[in-house]
Nanobody, 111 residues
């Protein structure tokens, strides 16, 4: 069982930046972030595999950067040029043979 601890959410004005962190209690193959806005479906933000392959949602490309520290089993997402439509609960996900989810952290972008 892998436990995930997320941090870094908050309130920011449009155009601002936030950095989310997610630390896993064990080794994982893929780590990433998903989000869910009120009334919308759960969606991919970005993922980072242990082999260094990244994947981004089109809506965040060029604004968000995912990174990973394998020595710390931690994944980060640097979110720049935030927009009100980025407002959501952001969930960390980690996968090896199973899939694990964090509790979520709120990101609110005011206009």
């Amino acid at each position: 069982q892998v436990q995930l601890v997320e941090s870094g959410g908050g309130l920011v004005q449009a155009g601002g930046s936030l950095r989310l962190s997610c630390a896993a209690s064990g080794s994982t193959i893929i780590m990433g972030w998903y989000r869910q806005a009120p009334g919308k479906q759960h969606e991919l933000v970005a993922t980072f595999s242990s082999g260094g392959i990244t994947n981004y949602a089109d809506s965040v490309k060029g604004r968000f950067t995912i990174s990973r520290d394998n020595t710390k089993n931690t994944v980060y997402v640097q979110m720049n040029s935030l927009k009100p439509e980025d407002t959501a609960v952001y969930y960390c996900n980690a996968r090896n043979a199973d899939s694990y989810w964090g509790r979520g952290t709120q990101v609110t972008v005011s206009s």
